[in-house]
Structures are given as structure tokens and as C-alpha cells.
């Protein structure tokens, strides 16, 4: 498993052990475990939601949890038939929210970054740039090494469950990452992280984040615009242009098309044309 999946995965078990504890009046041991009943898991599930857990981050929980059973009955310590049978809530589904394609550029330039240190307002337009630029998670520009920085067309990105994919890189891409290198005073070694903080350090999304959200105040933007919104816009401005789907998905590293095919939504008058063009009797 990635190191994100297990890293949720141990977090949900932890809750729903440490719910056990309350609830059962004692630390859980494997006897707890196998008598466990239906009412004790919906139990667990009210609980988290009253801690405000939403329909999608309670499912995703109970999976993990399902995940440790399954693990435990394989060694014949427990039966998960309860585990079975308990539905997960229904999580409706969510369309992403891209920006605008002026507003995404108005975020990206160069004269729009609010930071009066000159090489963190570089580092912060060259983030963002990849970010819009070629569709990139936050967590996959900041796992970038010295060594990745794009110097030619084409940059090579480990996405999540290690998947590797080759994303194409605009020239505005390479020159706000050349620019924000050529001011910053740290100079790492080729397998030390691109971007970094202010000591020096792999830098924090938090701070990517928090840089977004002072820009988003600054030109006025709704808090849906957020870093990951702008991989959304990347794929929505490819779609609305014509870009193919599958491309699309290949780009974004989505395993699956149904995911990509989400983007579809967002932008109902593409597909009526794409409809419109290919239908033979259109």
C-alpha cells in the first residue's frame, strides 16, 4: 500500500479502538473484539458523525477498520460477518470546483504574489505555476527533487500508490521554476527537494496553502480556490479546449477513466459538442 493509505488506514483503526475503549469501558483485547455487535459499529459511526465526520470520511474509516478485521480473520482471530454486514453511509457525489481560466492565470503570474521576500514570492508563482501548469497534486510538486526541475519539455512524476507518469511542461512552466532556483539562497544537492521553506527545509503545503489563501483574498476569489483546485482547473481547461479524455486521465494519473470522466460534469456544453460532432445523426 502507498505510505498515504496506510498511514489513514492506522489512524482509522486507532479511532475505532479508542472509541472501544469508551464505549466498552475498557481497552479492547481480541474477546471484545469477536463479540462485538451491529449496534456497537452504528454506534461507532454516530460517534463520528456527531464529531463531525462527514458521509465520505465515515465510509472511508469503516473501510479501514474492515481492512484490520480482515487481517485479524485471516489469522483465525476474529469473524467479520458484522463487519459485512453494516453499510457504510452513502457519500454523495462532488463535483470539482476549477477556477476560471482568467482567474487562474491572475493566480499564477508572477505579479500577483503578495510575499515581500523576492524568492518566496518566485518559489510560491512557481508552486502554483505546476500546480495549474501541468495538473499536478500539491504532494507530487513537493516531492520533486533538485534534480527533477524540468530542463527540458517533459517532467517525470511519482503520483500516489507509486505510479509514475511523464506530464509535458509548458516553457512559462520551466521559467517560473528557473527563476524562482536563480533566487533561491538555498542551493540543495540534486536528491534534496525542490521547493523549500524558509530554512531550507522541504517545504510544508501548509504554507502553499496559506500563501493561496491570502491570494484568493487578494483578487477576491471564492475559498474554493484552494492548491487542489488548481489541478481541477488544469483538467477542465483541457477538456473545455478539446483535450481527449483518456489524455486527460493519463495527465492527471487517475487509475481509472470514471474518475477522470468526472470532469464531464463540470462541463456539460464540451460534451454536448463532443456529442454534437460525433453522433451520425447529430
Not at 453494516?86 to 482567474?103: D, E, I, Y
Not at 491570494?215 to 479546449?241: D, V
Request: proline residues 7%; hydrophobic residues 45%; contains cysteine.
Amino acid at each position: 500500500m502507498a505510505a498515504k493509505t496506510v498511514e489513514a488506514y492506522s489512524r482509522d483503526v486507532e479511532q475505532f479502538l479508542m472509541f472501544l475503549t469508551v464505549h466498552l469501558g475498557g481497552a479492547p483485547g481480541l474477546a471484545e473484539l469477536r463479540e462485538l455487535r451491529i449496534a456497537d459499529l452504528r454506534a461507532f459511526m454516530a460517534a463520528r458523525r456527531n464529531d463531525g465526520a462527514g458521509s465520505r470520511t465515515v465510509a472511508r474509516g469503516l473501510a479501514g477498520i474492515r481492512s484490520f478485521v480482515h487481517f485479524l480473520e485471516r489469522g483465525g482471530e476474529v469473524n467479520s460477518a458484522i463487519f459485512a454486514a453494516v453499510r457504510a453511509p452513502r457519500a454523495g457525489r462532488s463535483l470539482p470546483r476549477p477556477l476560471p481560466a482568467p482567474a487562474a492565470r491572475e493566480m499564477v503570474d508572477p505579479d500577483s504574489a503578495l510575499d515581500e521576500e523576492p524568492w518566496i514570492a518566485s518559489r510560491n508563482t512557481a508552486v502554483l505555476t505546476l500546480l495549474y501548469g501541468c495538473g499536478l497534486r500539491i504532494s507530487e510538486a513537493l516531492t520533486l527533487a533538485r534534480a527533477d526541475a524540468p530542463s527540458d519539455s517533459a517532467l517525470r512524476v511519482i503520483g500516489k500508490g507509486g505510479k509514475e507518469r511523464v506530464v509535458p511542461v509548458l516553457p512559462v512552466v520551466a521559467a517560473a521554476i528557473a527563476e524562482y532556483l536563480r533566487l533561491c539562497p538555498y542551493h540543495t544537492p540534486p536528491g534534496g527537494p525542490l521547493f523549500v521553506g524558509a530554512r531550507g527545509e522541504r517545504l510544508n503545503p501548509r504554507i502553499v496553502q496559506r500563501a493561496m489563501a491570502g491570494l484568493r483574498g487578494a483578487l477576491g476569489l471564492p475559498a474554493s480556490a484552494t492548491p487542489h483546485a488548481l489541478r481541477h482547473s488544469f483538467a477542465t481547461h483541457l477538456l473545455a479546449a478539446g483535450g481527449d479524455l483518456r489524455m486527460i486521465q493519463e495527465l492527471l494519473g487517475h487509475a481509472s477513466l470514471s474518475t477522470t470522466q468526472v470532469y464531464t460534469e463540470v462541463d456539460p456544453t464540451r460534451l454536448l459538442e463532443a456529442y454534437t460532432k460525433a453522433h451520425p445523426r447529430a
